[in-house]
């Protein structure tokens, strides 16, 4: 993904900066976030060296062609290897739709609703250390 021709270094130098922020904020638990810049697929597959992946979260990417791409390689590692994948829209645009009409209908549902603030969940944060062993 750094190497595609549609992002910028300044669009990384943000992602690190944001990622580096959160870390600082972490650190206030003892953990951070782990930075990867290699392939998802071979991120992945190192992370279920030391672990068992149960679910990815993640946001629904939408957009490009390399990052469909790259989420239907994700989605077929999830897929071997029984991981639940729960993407979130972050904005008005559906995947998948064979019809428009169905997307502005989501869209303007999505918009519409008030936001749900749902109960906050545990989410496990799994130290840097521990990846590096």
């Excluded at 669009?11 to 976030?33: A, R």
């Excluded at 994948?85 to 502005?104: A, H, P």
């Amino acid at each position: 993904m750094t190497e595609n021709h549609h992002y910028d270094k300044r669009h990384w130098q943000f992602v690190f900066e944001s990622l580096e922020e959160l870390n600082h904020f972490f650190s206030q638990y003892d953990t951070k976030i782990l930075i990867s810049s290699s392939d998802i697929l071979h991120t992945l597959e190192e992370i279920q060296k030391q672990y068992t992946i149960k679910t990815i979260y993640s946001h629904q990417e939408t957009g490009l062609a390399c990052t469909y791409a790259r989420d239907q390689e994700v989605a077929g590692f999830c897929s071997s290897l029984s991981i639940d994948w729960k993407e979130f829209t972050n904005n008005g645009v559906f995947r998948g739709l064979s019809n428009r009409k169905i997307g502005v209908k989501n869209g303007i549902s999505l918009c519409q609703n008030p936001y749900k603030n749902g109960k906050q969940q545990r989410i496990h944060l799994c130290l840097l250390q521990q990846l590096m062993r």
